[in-house]
């Protein structure tokens, strides 16, 4: 089966820097997506990894670690604009995206 | 790019009726497409995988004769919600995978909010 695990809500400050972490467990395994989500909008495309490392995309990184089925995205210099639901996913065996439950990140002044 | 659209954005229909949603590929061909939905605070779950000129593989739970899906084209799918009832009221998004990359990236529709009275 598939479980996707992260945190229900977290709040941060403007400016600071937060770390959002997933914890995955899939039957196979082809990679890992962040998807940043407003209310009542689709998800858009933040980061993908699939092999172990961390991978930097301006403000925003994304860490894997295959053998621990863990990963973490990183948002620096947070922006109010930031304050969404950050939705981990993972493609399986199957090559579908399961998703997990989104943790939604307030950004307060 | 990669643009995907869905139409209509938003529909309000009666207990009873059928729904149709489209989802299309603008700026590329697509090789899967896929249908998802989400309630309110709650995750995107998939409901089913179409292939072009293929039927539609549905997830467990999901019932195949009241979500038909079609998948005509390269660059259309469409989801028709038959005899639609109150609790199918949710937000349904479609994806799509380039035909040309092989890649596992989705590229997402914005998304057709769907009320039934």
């Known amino acids: 089966g598939q479980n996707i695990d992260q945190p229900t809500e977290m709040t941060a400050t403007e400016g600071a820097i937060v770390q959002i972490n997933c914890t995955y467990q899939t039957s196979g395994f082809n990679g890992l997506f962040w998807y940043q989500q407003h209310a009542g909008e689709a998800p858009t495309f933040l980061s993908y990894?699939?092999?172990?490392g961390l991978e930097e995309k301006g403000r925003f990184s994304s860490f894997l670690s295959r053998s621990k089925g863990y990963s973490y995205l990183l948002l620096k210099e947070l922006q109010m604009k930031d304050s969404a639901s950050y939705l981990c996913?993972?493609?399986?065996?199957?090559?579908?995206?399961?998703f997990g439950k989104g943790t939604m990140l307030l950004v307060s002044p | 790019g990669a643009v995907v659209s869905q139409h209509p954005s938003w529909v309000i229909c009666k207990s009873g009726t059928s729904v149709k949603i489209e989802c299309r590929s603008l700026d590329f061909q697509a090789t899967t497409m896929f249908w998802y939905r989400q309630f309110p605070k709650q995750s995107l779950m998939l409901m089913a995988t179409s292939n072009e000129g293929s039927k539609a593989t549905y997830e467990q739970g999901v019932e195949k004769d009241k979500f038909l899906i079609n998948h005509a084209s390269l660059t259309l799918s469409t989801l028709t919600v038959t005899s639609a009832h109150p609790e199918d009221s949710s937000f349904y998004i479609c994806?799509?995978?380039?035909?040309?990359?092989?890649?596992?990236?989705?590229?997402f529709g914005p998304g057709t909010r769907l009320t039934v009275t």
């Open positions: 994806s799509a995978n380039k035909r040309d990359r092989g890649t596992y990236e989705q590229y």
């Open positions: 990894n699939v092999l172990d």
């Open positions: 996913a993972v493609i399986g065996g199957r090559s579908t995206l399961t």
